[in-house]
């Protein structure tokens, strides 16, 4: 089993910025993808931003590409995705999750580990 424990979240400023963690624990994988999704109300678990493992490759979503950056320390196994510029349509409950394997994958479907999430609230 793998533990995903999220932090970071809290209300913020439009045009403001947070950084989030997600601390891993437990079962280890060689290669694994962590990704971040988020969930507003009434709404699908949507894909954020995704990093490798072994070579650190990211990927992003549209909707926060260019105003998000998404890091790992390998070490503390500790991924974080610090989100600037944001905007009240960032409001939403993030989670963290983990696949194992080196395949990003934007599908929440595709991910076996979830953490509790961390809620970002955005005022205008």
């Known amino acids: 089993q793998v533990q995903l424990v999220e932090s970071g979240g809290g209300l913020v400023q439009a045009g403001g910025s947070l950084r989030l963690s997600c601390a891993a624990s437990?079962?280890?994988?060689?290669?694994?993808?962590t990704g971040w999704f988020r969930q507003a109300p009434g709404s699908d678990r949507d894909f954020v931003a995704a990093?490798?493992?072994?070579?650190?490759?990211?990927y992003y979503a549209e909707s926060v590409k260019g105003r998000s950056t998404i890091s790992r320390d390998n070490a503390k196994n500790t991924v974080h995705l610090q989100v600037s510029s944001l905007k009240p349509e960032d409001t939403a409950v993030y989670y963290c999750?983990?696949?194992?394997?080196?395949?990003?994958?934007?599908?929440?479907?595709?991910?076996?580990?979830w953490g509790q999430g961390t809620r970002v609230t955005v005022s205008s």
């Open positions: 990093i490798t493992s072994y070579y650190g490759v990211t």
């Open positions: 999750a983990v696949r194992s394997g080196g395949v990003l994958s934007t599908s929440p479907h595709d991910y076996d580990y």
């Open positions: 437990g079962r280890t994988f060689s290669s694994y993808v």
